[in-house]
């Protein structure tokens, strides 16, 4: 299928950071295959199959991980860029990478480590994905990180759209290989932001179902889920329950992807090339008005009844004593962190602290327990509410 005019087109890529002189092409691979190959094979991305996504460490084997919901909003964003005629192995790279930031625990993990940096210019997972693929993992000989295209890493760094304040993290990475900030990034990175909020929507759903901190009574006070429930009743009376519930979930995914499609062809409907789409108001790849404003009250009840649950809101304080716990234990002796990190460990302020950030930013849930445990003789109890 050809590539639409709005699409990234691989033999058009502005190229990588570190250009390599005489570099021997490794099989038919584009650009963007080569990033997708590059994100999948790194430490960074397995990591994530330990990391939080709604419940941290769970015992459950059946529950989402930061790798399954990247997996998840991968297959979203590659069936709406297919119709849309983008690049999809773009499209799966920057899917497959959003999440790669993220510290242990998750958004109470991220409260503790931007917490522990508030003298130090603070701490954001997203600047960390880019942080982490730009400089962290860096498993070749000639340069530092992954060394991504540059629409792979601007289409990262500007996953909710325009940057006109970007942290230093950001900043350093954007004034050693511009990214262009200010503007909207292409359109396959954008179905790749929206296919996050898709993919988390409904699947947290499926999850605060099996965990019991969702009620089906509960969420049928959504007109949106109430009105594909009663099209699930309709078209599968006598279905378990349980297979129901799942056919609720999947309804709400399609219908929110055929949402995206037609809202996306409207937006930009009379736009020539990728230049339109980066200099255009607002955002290109959408929901409808409709569409955004339930999506907008769900997010809220899911806030309400399930993220901000208090069973929730204990775990992630103990999740926080944990990260911050780890952070002052490396303070005051940084040999905990082991040879290789010890060594690395800048003189200075404030690289010090954001050197010891950075490798608590990359453990796993499990391997931040089994940290804080060997240094403090004990952990949280309760860390794993599912």
């Excluded at 960074?44 to 709604?54: E, G, P």
């Excluded at 399954?68 to 192995?89: F, N, P, Y």
Aim: aromatic residues 6%; hydrophobic residues 40%.
């Amino acid at each position: 299928m050809p590539l639409s005019p709005l699409a990234c087109d691989p033999s058009q890529s502005l190229g990588r950071e570190f250009a390599l002189e005489g570099s021997i092409a490794r099989g038919p691979r584009s650009p963007y295959q080569r990033d997708r190959d590059r994100i999948i094979h790194s430490i960074a991305f397995r990591r994530l199959r330990h990391k939080t996504q709604v419940f941290v460490a769970p015992d459950g084997d059946h529950y989402r991980v930061r790798l399954t919901h990247s997996l998840e909003v991968a297959q979203i964003g590659r069936v709406i860029a297919r119709v849309l005629g983008l690049d999809e192995d773009l499209t799966e790279a920057l899917c497959l990478a959003h999440d790669i930031g993220h510290p242990p625990f998750g958004h109470s993990g991220e409260d503790a480590l931007d917490e522990a940096l508030k003298e130090q210019g603070g701490w954001d997972h997203n600047a960390n994905t880019l942080r982490t693929l730009m400089r962290l993992e860096s498993p070749y000989c000639e340069h530092e990180g992954l060394n991504l295209t540059w629409e792979t890493l601007e289409g990262l760094a500007k996953h909710n759209g325009p940057v006109r304040d970007p942290n230093w993290a950001l900043a350093e990475l954007d004034a050693a290989y511009p990214l262009h900030l200010g503007e909207w990034s292409c359109l396959e990175a954008q179905v790749a932001a929206i296919a996050d909020d898709i993919a988390y929507d409904n699947h947290d759903i499926d999850d605060g179902l099996r965990a019991g901190f969702l009620h089906l009574d509960d969420l049928l006070t959504q007109p949106f889920v109430a009105q594909q429930w009663r099209a699930v009743e309709a078209k599968h009376p006598n279905a378990p329950h349980d297979r129901k519930l799942r056919e609720l979930v999947r309804s709400q995914i399609g219908i929110m992807v055929n949402d995206v499609i037609a809202e996306t062809q409207a937006r930009t409907q009379g736009m020539a090339g990728i230049a339109d789409i980066r200099a255009a108001a607002r955002a290109s790849a959408a929901f409808s008005p409709a569409m955004a404003e339930a999506e907008r009250t769900l997010k809220r009840f899911m806030y309400d009844r399930l993220y901000y649950h208090p069973d929730q809101l204990a775990t992630a304080e103990k999740a926080h004593q944990v990260v911050s716990g780890l952070f002052a234990a490396y303070r005051e002796d940084p040999s905990r962190m082991g040879e290789a990190w010890a060594a690395r460990l800048p003189q200075a302020e404030p690289q010090r602290s954001r050197h010891i950030a950075d490798y608590i930013a990359g453990m796993t849930d499990r391997f931040a327990i089994a940290q804080y445990r060997a240094i403090h003789g004990t952990a949280p109890e309760g860390l794993s509410n599912v």
